[in-house]
């Protein structure tokens, strides 16, 4: 009987986090504020975002045609999300002049990037290339939120540090190049 209560147990878990992943995800789509605030504190987000980088990555390859480009997708969205956390966090310090938890970013952005699971139909002509820049401008806003929270910082400096960070790897290119 205890075996039974335990695998009961295990899926009621299960379908909890289930349940917080969705509604967590919901709000980000919503642009609720709160969220940031939630995931931020939470430590046991971190799969949670990874999860949601995955699944939009696999839906960015799905936009760009094929299984092959779904799968390719998810080192390349892992790698965007961490690189851009990395110099979000880099550029946060630099500007705040504050200590900031990088692990915080890593959860906050994680579920910004959901936005990007709206470029599944770039190929479609015109309304691909209209929902990604939907898609594009909700996930800046999104992260502007997460970068607001993680940082605590004021919006206006939370979009000018995302604007730079996201800037300096093609100054950088245009530097050495």
């Known amino acids: 009987m205890t075996n039974s209560a335990e695998k009961s147990g295990f899926f009621a878990n299960l379908l909890a986090v289930e349940a917080e992943l ?3 995800i919901t709000r980000v789509f919503r642009f609720d504020e709160s969220v940031y605030q939630e995931v931020e504190e939470d430590p046991h987000a971190i799969p949670q975002a990874t999860l949601v980088v995955m699944a939009t990555s696999v839906l960015i390859g799905l936009g760009q ?10 080192a390349g969205g892992i790698i965007a999300w961490l690189v851009t956390c990395t110099t979000i966090w880099a550029v946060g310090m630099l500007f705040t002049g504050e200590p900031a938890e990088y692990t915080r970013m890593l959860r906050g952005l994680g579920f910004a990037f959901a936005w990007n699971a709206l470029m599944i139909i770039s190929w479609f002509p015109i309304l691909g290339t209209l929902l990604q820049w939907i898609g594009f401008l909700a996930w800046f806003g999104s992260m502007i939120l997460a970068v607001r929270q993680g940082l605590q910082t004021s919006t206006p400096q939370a979009a000018l540090i995302a604007v730079i960070a996201l800037c300096m790897p093609f100054v950088l290119l245009w530097l050495f190049n």
Not at 65 to 74: C, H, M, P, R, V
């Open 22 to 24: 969705v509604d967590r």
């Open 65 to 74: 045609g094929s299984i092959a480009a779904a799968f390719l997708g998810i």
